[in-house]
């Protein structure tokens, strides 16, 4: 199949595009570089079914030839860039959304929607189960980035009632592994990079807000199950090992033998409105799709701390 992947020079995008590619696809990037790099495919830069266009999709565009499929993971991710791009964050999932469903209704594409579990705010359900609405601050420095996906699930929505447009949403919760921006101020690559240059880990608040970490692989192997299901979705895909941000750090530090430990930090300003609980139900994703998540914390970790240890070499840092 051919299928356009918008953000592909991303995190989870890159990967994508590598699991695609694998399989024999076509793929199309396309991605302007805002949080993403070249270097995340310079490994496939020569691969003949891989193109690469940079573009930003809060713009409209169109793609030569036949489309079979789009995933849309275009948008800044990180809580730092919520507050660095919130302009663009709401433009790119709400005017970047339109113009790809524009293009799956005009191609006769499926769209996936690459969706997030911030759509359940600082959740008041415990684990967050698909049909729970949410609990967001509409105003706060996470507002701009919640608000739209809520967006863009409901285009989504909307563009498979009114128009028949094949969709497919997928809740992602967070997601680590090789590739992630070193200094993209998300927990993983702050807690690792700190770990191995053999500083404390800066914890925010009491350290005991919780989250679950999914190995980027079982992440990638649950988009493609869905994008070949016949699931409209909404469907979680996240793993439900919680545990308190002081906890991970622990494990962090067990795994890099880094003897400086764990410094508790107030909450900054720009994290008013941190959820305190986060961790997926994945039944729906177990039992529609029969995905699990199959890569332990520790293998995981291992994988990202490897990668990060060159990765702050190659930087001097
Ligand atoms: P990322 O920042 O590494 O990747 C996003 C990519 O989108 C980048 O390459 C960026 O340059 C590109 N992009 C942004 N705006 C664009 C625009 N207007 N036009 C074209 N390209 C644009 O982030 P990520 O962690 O890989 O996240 C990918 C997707 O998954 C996002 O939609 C994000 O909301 C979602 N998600 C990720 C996580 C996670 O833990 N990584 C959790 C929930 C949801
Ligand atoms: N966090 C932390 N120290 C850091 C960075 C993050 O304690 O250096 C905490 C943050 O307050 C949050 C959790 O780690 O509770 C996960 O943060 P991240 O930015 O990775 O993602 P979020 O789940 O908040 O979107």
Not at 205 to 210: A, H, L, R, V
Request: glycine share 10%; proline share 6%; hydrophobic share 40%.
């Amino acid at each position: 199949m051919r299928i356009v992947i918008t953000g592909g020079a991303g995190f989870v995008g890159s990967h994508l595009v590598d699991r695609y590619l694998a399989a024999g696809d076509d793929v199309v990037v396309v991605d302007n570089l805002i949080t993403g790099s070249r270097r995340n495919l310079a490994h496939a830069a020569d691969a003949p079914r891989l193109t690469v266009v940079e573009h930003d999709v809060s713009r409209p565009l169109s793609i030569d030839g036949p489309v079979d499929a789009i995933a849309h993971l275009a948008s800044p991710a990180s809580p730092i860039d919520f507050l660095r791009l919130p302009i663009q964050i709401l433009k790119v999932n709400s005017l970047g959304t339109y113009h790809m469903l524009g293009m799956a209704r005009a191609k006769g594409a499926r769209f996936l929607l690459a969706s997030t579990s911030e759509i359940y705010g600082d959740p008041e359900v415990h684990p967050q189960t698909e049909d729970y609405h949410g609990n967001v601050d509409t105003l706060g420095p996470r507002g701009a980035y919640d608000e739209a996906k809520r967006f863009a699930e409901a285009i989504t929505m909307a563009y498979h009632r009114m128009h028949g447009v094949d969709v497919r949403i997928v809740r992602i919760f967070n997601t680590y592994g090789p590739r992630m921006r070193l200094d993209d101020g998300r927990v993983v690559p702050n807690f690792v990079s700190q770990s191995l240059r053999g500083e404390p880990l800066t914890a925010f608040g009491d350290g005991e807000q919780t989250r679950s970490f999914c190995y980027v692989d079982d992440l990638v192997d649950g988009i493609v199950r869905l994008m070949a299901s016949d699931v409209v979705g909404p469907v979680n895909i996240g793993n439900p090992l919680e545990l308190s941000i002081v906890e991970f750090a622990r494990r962090i530090n067990a795994l890099t033998g880094n003897p400086a430990g764990i410094a508790l930090q107030p909450l900054p300003a720009e994290r008013t409105g941190d959820p305190s609980r986060r961790c997926p139900d994945i039944a729906r994703a177990t039992s529609l799709l029969g995905w699990q998540p199959r890569v332990s914390l520790d293998d995981g970790l291992a994988r990202t701390v490897a990668w990060f240890r060159d990765e702050l070499q190659r930087a001097g840092a």
